[in-house]
């Protein structure tokens, strides 16, 4: 089979799902522009910000893409390319588009709150203690594993360094442009035009430009980075650094799909079908797991509804942000697939083993790149930079997400010092950003890691499930919700008891004692829900 041929046939099931089930699932979260958005109704110039939507769509992709779609699809591979391609896009359509665009839906219609206040709302506030502390926990470990994956390659790759240094002062100046600049469309496309072209010029400057610095003062300047980056206005530094940068991936995405279109390499790897491996485990569930970003990941609920859904000019817009953003990512994690599978299956795995999966895309899809004239060392150096790129942009959307985790936790602590918290966004930040460097100092972000695959997908499960009880509670027939959250519960507990009994057997206690931690975490969730939806048959709750 030609690759030209699979990328021609993901790209057309993705934009008719776009068309047809987006369409259901939008209109089935009741979204319209007769309400206005909570980015006016609360706008404060800090948080909530009204934008168009393309720079919006910019900010939410650039943040849930990072390295996600990359990574996971080519190590899930090892199962074969046939199952990994089906669960990106039955997935990306009918769990990851649905997932994000109810969490955006759902935060929409809560004055834009994270998914932590609307179980509060929805399940009650057990249910939301339980589900802060452990998305507050996510996000510290995601804070710490991100900066450093980018401290290290900024040491090994300074040109990687100075072009993302000058991205970001760029991304400065065109947020400050973009402000004086108003609604003016035609004022905001020319900036946009320039904007672009001197960041892809960023890209060239800063690999004959290299900054040099060592790994402890890169993690101290990435967190500082991180800290201005979440307290500083959306519009200043997070809007314009996502948008620009999200062009560097749909650069990356047009220049690879007209690579295989010229260069025209077969699939060279088998459609074997592998039920289990001897690292990874058993198919089910482990590629369920493996393949988040690109299919279905509970870290989109809360960017779509921590961030997202803050900056939303008007509901309709929501359509295309949440259920068109996660749809692009699935279509970037099928280029994934595709990067690898030019190779035999003997060939992946030992370049697999010996490169890991961020090298093989590079080397497999800037070698296609060049196909288009470009030198293959320009191509695979633009590749890895654009993962690094993403990468940045996941450590400071993170960093803003747990403040906001923290924020909302505290709203609900009549204290003094729980308002004050609750409400100095330089304090929540500071505490944020402490933890991380403890983490980091203390190395146990290593060990924890894998658990988090397990973890991540949980937190979508979560998430479907607040998202169904709101639409049940509102009298909406939420099947199209609740199919995928009972499939995503079945996929993390199987994951999470099979990670707790291996560890326990391996005697890796700590790890067992987690995963189980987590598996009693859902039940009880689950448990809260069923009792909620019960107290509400018994006295119908009031329409939001």
């Known amino acids: ?28 979260f009741g979204l319209n522009d007769t309400n206005p958005a909570p980015s006016h109704t609360h706008r404060d110039g800090v948080d909530y910000e009204p934008s168009k939507p393309i720079v919006v769509l910019g900010h939410h992709f650039a943040s849930i893409a990072g390295a996600g779609p990359i990574v996971g699809p080519i190590i899930a591979v090892t199962f074969g390319w046939i199952p990994a391609v089906i669960w990106i896009l039955v997935g990306g359509i009918f769990f990851g588009a649905v997932h994000d ?35 507050f926990s996510t996000l510290i470990l995601v804070i710490g594993v991100f900066a450093d994956i980018i401290a290290k390659t900024f ?16 991304a400065i100046i065109f947020g400050i442009v973009n402000k004086m600049i108003g609604d003016k469309k035609t004022a905001f496309i020319i900036i946009s035009v320039i904007g672009v072209i001197l960041m892809y010029f960023f890209v060239y400057l800063g690999m004959k430009l290299p900054f040099v610095l060592d790994y402890k003062i890169w993690i101290l300047a990435l967190l500082a980075y991180a800290f201005l980056a979440s307290v500083t206005p959306v519009s200043m530094l997070l809007q314009p650094r996502d948008y620009l940068n999200s062009f560097l991936l749909y650069g990356l995405i047009v220049a690879a799909v007209l690579g295989v279109f010229i260069a025209n390499p ?20 482990v590629l369920f797991v493996t393949i988040a970003c690109g299919a279905i990941s509970g870290f989109h609920s809360l960017v779509a509804s921590g961030t997202t859904s803050k900056q939303l000019n008007k509901e309709s817009d929501a359509k295309l ?22 190779l035999s299956r003997s060939e992946y795995a030992a370049r697999l083993t010996g490169e890991g999966p961020v090298a093989l895309f590079s080397t497999g899809l800037g070698g296609m790149i060049a196909s288009l004239g470009i030198s293959e060392e320009f191509a695979v150096g633009f590749v890895a930079l654009t993962v690094s790129a993403f990468a940045l942009t996941t450590l400071d959307t993170c960093t803003r997400l747990a403040r906001f985790t923290l924020q909302e936790y505290f709203e609900d602590v009549p204290q003094a010092a729980g308002q004050f918290l609750a409400k100095n966004r330089y304090v929540s930040t500071g505490i944020v950003v402490i933890f991380s460097i403890l983490l980091l100092l203390s190395g146990e972000f290593t060990t924890l890691w894998p658990i988090f695959g397990s973890a991540n997908q949980l937190l979508a499960a979560l998430a479907l499930l607040t998202i169904a009880v709101w639409l049940i509670k509102k009298n909406i027939n ?3 919700v609740t199919i995928p959250m009972f499939f995503m519960f079945t996929v993390t507990l199987s994951s999470l008891g099979l990670f707790a009994w291996k560890n326990f057997k391996d005697e890796v206690y700590v790890l067992s004692i987690i995963a189980a931690l987590l598996f009693v975490l859902a039940i009880s969730l689950m448990i809260l829900a069923t009792k909620s939806l019960k107290k509400e048959v018994k006295e119908p709750a009031k329409a939001l």
């Open 155 to 170: 040491v090994t790759n300074p040109g990687v360094a100075s072009a993302s240094i000058l991205f970001i002062l760029l």
């Open 321 to 342: 942000v949440g259920f068109g953003g996660m749809l692009i990512e699935s279509f970037l994690a099928i280029i994934s697939v595709g990067a690898v599978v030019i």
């Open 266 to 285: 077969e699939i060279q790897m088998s459609n074997e079908i592998h039920v289990s491996d001897e690292n990874l485990g058993y198919i089910f569930p």
């Open 478 to 480: 939420a099947l199209f």
């Open 1 to 28: 089979m030609n690759l030209a041929v699979l990328l021609l046939i993901s790209a057309s099931i993705l934009f008719l799902a776009y068309k047809v089930y987006g369409r259901f699932v939008y209109r089935k």
């Open 101 to 135: 665009l109810g969490s955006m839906a759902t935060s929409l219609k809560t004055e834009g709150k994270s998914i932590g206040v609307i179980i509060r709302n929805q399940i009650g506030m057990k249910g939301k203690q339980l589900f802060v502390i452990f998305s």
